[in-house]
């Protein structure tokens, strides 16, 4: 492959974002729910390549705020409180609730109830749009989360769901890291849980006694490494490391015997870096099959043959910028959020400036 077949049209990568963010196709429908998630894959790309301020204005970014602000699940201000459990943010408006952003209470309502990785979508959203985070109901959200975290030390994604893994795990640790407020996990269970999730091979799986997975292994790593503790989680580094790069091809592929696809390069990537392993990983053939999968029509494709979406788009955004390609930003693999948003949680928020 010529060096000039290897280049990243930056500006179609942004028409493609931009376009996606006001309005996205037909096939989206079905996603409804999770527009806050389709939201950060587009706002996290455009920060990554530093061109959120130039393509979302200051209105812009106002009614966005206010638009996560209103799928904010609230106390109802009663006792006892039929939300307790169910706090935290909503995907989309589809439970038809009136547009209130500055609302502090909402009444129950039937199935209106939050889910644990819109409530990590929408705060890292607020960050990247440069929020305060001042009208989050930290209290009610931690509260939510040790409802949703089992004696086992799994994590539930709503309420009364019986669907449990690992990133369920990661989301409630990133809220709390977040939120600077970690009472609302039994931490000691969390990290013995994720060492059962540990397979044969030494990288993670979803739930126990399961294969071992790219998508997994970065939520475990990431919960650790948010929770400091790592070097207690880890059962065995050197194994971890190697079955990570055993999963690069020319891409990588998220477990034995599967093809490369573009999302695994920043889980099992960011992994590898959050253990200061990414500089054995073969950039040269990454940047490579990254560059394969761009279509004409911008963003990019799970792999060569494939039409792009808004998560792998952002997936090869974010790869690019632990590859450090030229005029993108930093990403904060823990978090998986552009590092200008990290420095302005620790900075600039209500949970955690002048705390330092």
Known sequence: MTEASQEFDKERLVKYFKSNLSMLPTHYTQTETNRMTLAFFCLGSLSLLGEID??????NKKDWIDW??????LPTGETPDANEALCGFRGSSWSGRPFDPHATTCEFQHYDTSHIANTYTALLNLLILGDDLSRVNRKAIIKALSLLQQEDGSVAPTFGSLERDVRFIFCACAISYILNDWSGINIENTVEHIKQLQSYEYGIAQCPQQEAHGGSTYCGIAALKLMDKLEEGILNKEEFVKWCLFRQISGFQGRPNKLPDVCYGF??????EM???FDLVNHQELRAF???CQPKLGGFGKDPESYPDVLHSYMGVAILS???????????PALNVPMSAYNHLKENTVFWKNQQ
Request: no cysteine; hydrophobic share 40%; glycine share 6%.
């Open 54 to 59: 130039s393509n979302v204005s200051e209105q």
């Open 68 to 73: 996560i602000y209103a799928q904010q699940v």
């Open 267 to 272: 889980w099992i990537g960011a992994s590898l």
């Open 275 to 277: 253990v200061n392993s």
């Open 290 to 292: 990254i560059a394969k």
């Open 322 to 332: 632990l590859l450090k390609e030229p005029g993108y930003q930093e990403v904060y």
